[in-house]
């Protein structure tokens, strides 16, 4: 199936890392031009040479929770590009792990700041160049917990449950003009679950071994983690003009993992 991509603007924050960076290169590989973003510029150099370093790749530092450099950002994808934008991925962000117990106010500040602000901020400085495009899309990278909560990710289910919920009323408000999707991943192999692995404190599990035992844990159907590649591809799908008619939708990448029908 042709996605149409060839030759579109997108843009995916957090493009320097796991899902976004493998979702940059599923976007260029398809011929389109894209734009990503980071806050740490080794990280994003890093990302740059291996996605090819051509013109029809843009890297900018950025962190999304600051409306100033999210609408600096904007300016030079508008100046980067023909002045609008096709599709943006909202993708940046982490996972915290703590349960009610051991989360205080501040951390489900921040906590809150990040999820809701990942989106907001982004959406509204990219607004204006996505409502020049003839097929725009915003597709926002969630997580299966706003649909199936976990007590050890409790702060962070909550807050994905209100970003479903935002997202939905975004893909209302926005119509006819701009589609607007979400994907609900479940566990992913990149970037956060690298680091969890890194800080496990039973040391003689080789890395196969102990992703093996989590997705066992997990009660994974599929037995093992998603790649970053598998959610990529799905995020794609639903910000292409070949998903035109898929808006408000949420799409599930977890290997099968949900209990909800
Ligand atoms: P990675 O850690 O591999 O990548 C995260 C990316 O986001 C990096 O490029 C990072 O760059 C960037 N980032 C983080 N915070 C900010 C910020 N404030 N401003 C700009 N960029 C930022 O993670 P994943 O690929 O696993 O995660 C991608 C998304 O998917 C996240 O939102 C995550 O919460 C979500 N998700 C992932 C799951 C999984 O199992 N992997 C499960 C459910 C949801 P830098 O740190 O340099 O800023």
Redesign the pocket.
Known sequence: MDLALKNRIAVV????????LATARLLLADGARVAI????EA?LSTAKSQLGNSDKLLAVR????DAAAVKDFADKVAAWGSGHVDLLVN?????RVSTFGDTSDQQWRDELELKFF?QILPIRAFRPLLEKSDAPAIVG?N?LLSVQPEPHMLCTSAARAGVQNLLKSLATEFAPRIRVNTVL?G??D????QRRFEARTDKSQSRDDWFASLAFQKHIPLGRLGQ?EEAAKAIIFLGSPAASYINGASLEISGGVSRHI
């Not at 973003?37 to 740490?40: F, K, V």
């Open positions: 924050t957090g493009g320097s890392s796991g899902i976004g973003c980071g806050r740490d990280r950025c962190d999304v929770l993708n940046a962000g982490q996972g990942s990278v997580s991943l566990l992913v990149s970037g956060q679950w970053p």
